[in-house]
């Protein structure tokens, strides 16, 4: 008898334990976050130091104020993988905590700073210095939108120019050279709602093979599917506008919405260059392999001219580069003028030949022969051009041998014969002589300044003896 008193008090006993610990487990779940010591929190809130832009002037410092630790929200957001790049759905843009949260503009020669006032709560991003240095254009995330907004340097006032609508899945904002218009990708208007995943797939996913050898890194982040591609066109679609900055803002679209990874004014301001991916997209390599096209408008969005068309980049060699025309680029030191590499060796590496790359022009109205400038031993990397001319510091690099060379060219008279400026290993910190300084030219195009015949270099100065 007392044996089996005992045996159902201690069943009961064991059942107000269990009932106890489900009692208890709901009320330990909604501890809130548990905070150190308010010394510590001080410590790890501190802002870093902000980071600095310089006028193209050179008078003013922008400073771009950051936050130690975004808000978990920031860090909570859904975050799409495409196509080799992590997006944001609801921004239309990419995924990431927002780090910088604020501007202020120092005066170099009084030390004075003036604060730009700024909606509360907003991340900032995209910042870019007109050609004169009077304006800085900008992006700013909040509420789930970005919009466009510029600074009026002298007043160190920020108005809004586009409310919502950038697409920031790309690279949004350029300068058109005038200073007073801005280039921008818009959200397409008309594309519709976003693509739902369904819940049964409408078949396999298939590939294909072509039959010939199409060795490929291993990429994060890739399609996986037709919702992916469905979803990747969707946020990557955008229209081309131009935005007028003073006075009465105006926004004026250029042609049609398309798959555009990036657009760039001419110099002169008469045209812009435009990279467009065309589908069908691959679930094997990035956007940046995806088949495109390169071409050129003028400011009224009319197509003037195809310059490359690149099929899909899917058996470029490791290490190697596409055949045709690549890297496909204004010319800095010239109103209209369009310059290319092409690959003499199939982009191929491993191909033993003493010449790899050609470099070649192209002037306006684009409907004429290009002129080849330059030819090179190992792969050419592109031109830093200077205030002298036409004249420009072309680059190539042999990835075996690390070897960098930097030859003066006359882009103006390709019969001038280059002239070898810097031969080393890329890795002989010792024989660095640093990187150019950069100025102005007329068109407003950072290029190397030249002083009296001289050109002026800046680095860390590694030496043997610290």
Do not use: C
């Not at 190539?396 to 290993?425: K, M």
Request: hydrophobic share 40%.
């Amino acid at each position: 008898m007392l044996k089996s008193m005992m045996k159902t008090g201690l069943r009961a006993g064991l059942g107000l334990v269990a009932a106890s610990a489900f009692w208890v487990a709901p009320v330990a779940a909604q501890d809130p976050y548990r905070l150190p010591p308010q010394d510590i929190i001080d410590i790890v809130d501190a802002a870093p130091s902000p980071w600095t832009s310089l006028s193209p002037a050179r008078d003013t410092l922008l400073l771009m104020h950051r936050e130690a630790l975004p808000p978990v929200a920031e860090l909570a957001r859904p975050m799409e993988r495409l196509a080799g790049l992590r997006l944001d759905a609801t921004l239309n843009g990419r995924h990431g905590p927002r780090s910088v949260v604020g501007l202020s503009l120092m005066d170099l020669e009084s030390g004075e700073e003036r604060r730009i006032s700024l909606p509360s709560d907003a991340g900032i991003s995209y910042t870019s210095w007109s050609p004169d240095g009077s304006q800085i254009a900008f992006v700013m995330t909040r509420n789930d939108e970005l919009s466009l907004w510029v600074v009026d340097v002298e007043r160190a006032r920020a108005r809004e120019l586009v409310d919502a609508g950038i697409n920031a899945v790309f690279s949004p904002i350029d300068w058109m050279p005038d200073g007073e218009r801005l280039l921008v990708h818009l959200v397409d208007p008309d594309r519709g709602a976003m693509p739902e995943r369904p819940r049964v797939p409408s078949g396999p996913v298939t590939q294909e093979a072509s039959g010939y050898e199409a060795p490929v890194r291993t990429y994060q982040d890739l399609l996986a599917d037709d919702h992916d591609a469905a979803l990747f066109a969707w946020l990557a679609t955008s229209q081309l506008a131009v935005v007028n900055t003073s006075g009465r803002t105006r926004v004026r679209e250029l042609g049609e919405p398309g798959l555009y990874y990036s657009a760039s004014p001419a110099p002169g301001g008469d045209y812009i260059l435009v990279g467009e991916m065309e589908e069908p997209f691959s679930y094997q390599v990035p956007w940046s392999r995806f088949p495109d096209r390169v071409f050129v408008i003028d400011t009224d969005g009319d197509e003037v001219a195809t310059i490359a068309r690149q099929p899909l980049g899917d058996n470029v060699p490791i290490g190697g580069v596409v055949t045709g025309r690549r890297s496909v680029s204004w010319q800095a030191s010239h109103a209209a003028r369009l310059t290319w590499a092409e690959a003499l060796d199939n982009g191929d590496p491993r191909v033993e030949t003493d010449q790899r790359d050609s470099v070649w022009a192209l002037e306006a109205p684009f409907s004429g022969d290009p002129t080849e400038i330059l030819r090179t031993e190992d792969r050419y990397y592109g031109t830093q051009f200077t205030t002298e001319g036409q004249l420009g510091f072309s680059m190539e690099y042999d990835r075996d041998t690390r070897v960098i060379r930097r030859w003066l060219v006359d882009f103006a008279d390709p019969s001038v014969e280059p002239r070898l400026a810097e031969e080393r290993n890329y890795q002989d910190a010792y024989a660095n002589p640093g990187s150019a300084l950069s100025v102005r030219n007329e068109f407003g195009r950072s290029v190397v300044g030249v002083h009296d015949g001289y050109m002026y270099m800046a680095g860390d100065g590694a030496t043997p003896e610290g």
